[in-house]
């Protein structure tokens, strides 16, 4: 049986105390299973926004996605994972990556590296957490007996890792661009291969990870091509058909993007996906129909 769907938001905007907490009951009462947060400057601070974020909600699990791995020192990383889980009541979920900002590092005094010295620091980071937050001693004290762990990845290294250590492996459906700080949307042959190179990695694992695939664009119209605009102009290779069929863009009827959840689920295996902030109440009636169909 395919593992059944869960849908998450991440959180972008920065809100006063009341903005915050409705956002976050409108994401519960739309039937988010997972309230995330990002880790970049000018956004929220991840881990009192989850906390603010469990105060206002009941259901929703909370987590970070992801972690910008050279923001962090790891036993401070360790203290924060788990007062928030305590103070979440063992809601967190914690998503950790390597971070694609060099500007991001620049503006915060920190060093940027090259992509083998920020997937090293990530391993670190998740030996030590492994380490501090297994031992009974550690205080503060996680709720949960183990946080879950969501990687973001791509490459091979990074892959490896998510297939070694995490509960949950996210794709992020596209590779770092050719201008710093940006990001180029992957084909679906494209993430077919990286997927199946998890796989390939994951072989051993004692239990499957959980896929997860961050959706860039939904478009719940009979009419998807002036959204898919912007889409276009910052990508100009992509013809309007090619756009539509990214992984990453869910565009047109409601019955045809449900079609394609299904679908994705059946040929990648994501059954965890993630919508962004502005796409919240347009991915509602898509999870109310596919809810719907399976109950």
């Known amino acids: 049986m395919p593992r059944p769907f869960r849908f998450g938001v991440n959180l972008l905007t920065p809100a006063p105390t009341d903005e915050w907490r409705a956002k976050c009951r409108r994401a519960e009462e739309l039937g988010y299973d997972v309230i995330l947060v990002p880790d970049h400057l000018g956004m929220v601070a991840p881990f ?17 996605f992801v972690l910008n791995a050279g923001f962090w020192n790891p036993a401070l990383l360790a203290r924060e994972v788990a007062t928030t889980d305590a103070l979440t009541g063992g809601r967190l979920e914690l998503g950790l990556g ?75 459906g596209a590779r ?18 990286r997927v199946t190179r998890y796989r390939d990695l994951a072989g051993g694992r004692p239990a ?23 889409l276009m102009e910052r990508q100009p290779q992509l013809t309007l058909d090619e756009a539509l069929a990214l992984p990453i863009v869910l565009a047109g009827p409601l019955e045809d993007v449900v079609a394609r959840v299904r679908g994705q689920r059946e040929r990648f295996g994501f059954s965890y996906l993630t919508v962004l902030e502005p796409y919240m109440e347009d991915f509602a009636p898509v999870m109310e129909r596919l809810r719907a169909e399976s109950a």
Not at 177 to 193: F, R
């Open 48 to 64: 009192p926004a989850l906390v603010a974020a469990a105060g206002a909600t009941e259901r929703p699990r909370l987590g970070t």
């Open 98 to 172: 390597t971070g694609y900002v060099q500007a991001e590092h620049e503006t915060a005094g920190l060093p940027y590296g090259s992509p083998r010295e920020r997937v090293d620091h990530l391993r670190h980071t998740v030996a030590e957490l492994d380490r501090l937050l297994g031992r009974g001693e550690h205080q503060p004290r996680t709720a949960q007996s183990r946080v879950p762990l969501l990687i973001g990845a791509n490459g091979d290294r990074m892959l490896r890792l998510t297939a070694e250590h995490a509960d949950i492996a996210a794709f992020t």
């Open 176 to 193: 770092p661009g050719s201008a710093p700080g940006t990001l180029e949307p992957l084909t679906a042959e494209e993430l077919d291969e």
């Open 208 to 230: 499957p990870a959980e896929l997860n695939l961050l959706i860039q664009l939904v478009a719940v119209t009979d009419d998807p091509e002036p959204m898919l605009k912007p």
